[in-house]
């Protein structure tokens, strides 16, 4: 399979080395692409269950013919190997709660201008759900969207868990593992774009991004996702609206 047009040299020889052991290790059930636009930038925002999921997402949009722009927490970027590669390719460096912060907020706006593709993951790290479904999101994906007015295209993620599990190290190659990937349409936040970016407008957006990518996830597991979504900051807050407790429901997609 050719490389996406203008693809950086440096992303074509990583994706030259680990692109067949992802084929070899991996069954693809790959959906959605239809939904990604090719003449602009955009934003598509997945999932977060392992730390092998951001390679079988960067394998299913390079095999599309994108290339990412990952936006990733900064602290990688100084790890041997791996930072250099990150800055190779040209992933974005994510700098929290420092005065560098807006600075990974203005490459992700720079790099949709310039029609790139760039990746996130709006809850910024792996899921804390005890089931894996997505947890309450940041608010960085919506002070992007919003801002560029970009669309957003969801994306689900089921099976790099089996490859590589939560918080484990041990990879599982063999037998090769069913991963899916699907990606849904542009997620609607039309009537926000003119709205003050103020604490109620960004939650707003990006519990749309976190919803539409829960019911696409829902579809993959052919399961129902908790009422209320897990937040790190209220872990004890009951799952399910039933039992109680202070968190909102989940609001369905509009």
């Known amino acids: ?135 309450v999101g940041k608010t960085g994906v919506a002070r992007l969207a919003l801002t560029t007015r970009a669309p957003v295209i969801p994306v689900a993620q089921w099976g790099p868990q089996n490859l590589l599990g939560r918080y484990k190290k041990l990879l599982k190659p063999i037998p090769a593992k069913k991963v899916s990937v699907v990606a849904g349409p542009p997620v609607d936040l039309d009537d926000l774009y003119d709205r003050p970016q103020d604490n109620a407008t960004l939650r707003e957006a990006t519990e749309r991004v976190m919803a539409a990518i829960t019911t696409l996830l829902e579809d993959l597991r052919a399961e129902q996702a908790p009422t209320v979504r897990y937040d790190m900051r209220k872990p004890n807050v009951p799952r399910d609206a039933s039992a109680g407790g202070d968190a909102a429901p989940r609001p369905e997609v509009p």
Request: glycine content about 6%.
């Open 1 to 135: 399979m050719p490389p996406p047009p203008n693809s950086p040299r440096a992303f074509r020889v990583v994706a030259f080395i680990l692109r067949p052991p992802l084929l070899a290790m991996t069954k693809r059930d790959w959906r959605g692409v239809e939904h990604m636009p090719r003449d602009r930038g955009f934003i598509v925002a997945s999932n977060h269950m392992t730390n092998i999921d951001p390679l079988t997402f960067a394998h299913f949009l390079w095999d599309n013919g994108f290339t990412p722009k990952i936006l990733a927490k900064a602290s990688l970027f100084k790890v041997p190997v791996v930072g250099k590669v990150l800055l190779a390719t040209g992933q974005i460096p994510v700098h929290r709660n420092t005065a560098a912060a807006g600075e990974s907020l203005q490459s992700a706006i720079a790099a949709i201008d310039d029609g790139a593709c760039v990746a996130v993951f709006p809850e910024g790290t792996l899921t804390r759900d005890p089931e894996l479904w997505p947890m």
